[in-house]
């Protein structure tokens, strides 16, 4: 007898192994290295943005009726996820995560320390 695998209880999220106010660090790119925390993420292009990660210099143009000036503003661009690896809080390592399976539903594991995320 198969196990009739119930899609809704798939939230498209969980694909996501970044979160919001997660730390990560950035394993390649011209920003490798550097440490920051998640601000946003956008699942639907596999990104996020970062903390002071991948800084864009965005040339805007003088807009008077919005009350933009004009000039160059700098704001972080969103990252590939594929480019970050989560930091685990408990052990303060890059960690791989791997999900578990709980009441409360699904939630990531740090595959070092073993520690369960709270979010
Ligand atoms: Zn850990």
Redesign the pocket.
Known sequence: MYKTTKLKDTPTTSKVHVKKNDEVLVISGKDRGKRGKVLRVIPTKSAAVVERVNFIKKHTKANPQRNIKGGILEREAPIKLSNLQVI?P??S?P?RLGRKATEKGSVRV?R????EFSN
Do not use: G, N, P, V
Not at 112 to 115: A, D, E, Y
């Open positions: 685990c408990s052990c390592e960690a740090c070092k320390c073993k520690t």
